[in-house]
């Protein structure tokens, strides 16, 4: 008799609206500070942007504190709604502009590994770069981190948490992409 301890998780399928970046949007221009209307600046705080003058660029009210201190080309926020809950974790512009959700490591938003960070749209994974560009599109199940300028991905994928309750993947069809998103062939020798 054979059975699975593995419960498998259903994916959640969204639409929301994401904004991509033109290349002019590579240019810095005035940073912004994080500031909050709490006694210290930590993860989960009310949180708002301001100019060298103390300007509001970017209100309190709709966005807590996710470990962006300062925002030159985009910060990691989570949406706020209200005082009591949390929603998505995301990136924003000076705008306000979604770009991406953010991929989770460790209890926090990833970090780049070889210049590019892992992202969301509307539960596919892509990469983007240090401008919030979004530079492979997000069309995979799942991606992994690249390692020696190549990344492992698929396009079908079994998302399920393991006895000791950690999130894993599994799938029988992964590929390697480069870092501009092309498939790479493999070179099997007889």
Not at 75 to 104: K, W
Request: charged fraction near 25%; proline fraction near 4%; glycine fraction near 6%.
């Amino acid at each position: 008799m054979a059975f699975s301890c593995k419960n498998h998780i259903k994916k959640e399928v969204t639409n929301h609206k994401y904004y991509d970046r033109p290349i002019s949007d590579t240019v810095s221009t005035t940073k912004l500070r994080a500031v909050t209307n709490q006694e210290y600046l930590q993860f989960g705080v009310s949180v708002a942007y301001v100019n060298e003058n103390n300007d509001t660029i970017i209100p309190f009210g709709k966005y807590a504190y996710y470990g962006t201190d300062t925002l030159e080309f985009y910060a990691n926020v989570l949406e706020h709604p209200n005082d009591t809950t949390y929603g998505r974790q995301i990136a924003i512009d000076r705008n306000q502009n979604v770009l991406f959700d953010l991929v989770m490591f460790d209890n926090g938003p990833e970090p780049f590994n070889e210049g590019l960070t892992r992202v969301l749209r509307n539960g596919k994974m892509g990469y983007a770069n240090k401008y919030g560009q979004v530079v492979i599109p997000c069309e995979y199940e799942f991606a992994k981190w690249f390692e020696n300028g190549k990344a492992e991905v698929t396009y079908k994928v079994k998302t399920y948490y393991d006895l000791d309750d950690h999130k894993r993947v599994e799938s029988d069809e992964w590929f390697e992409i480069d870092k501009e998103g092309n498939k790479i062939e493999s070179t099997s020798q007889p």
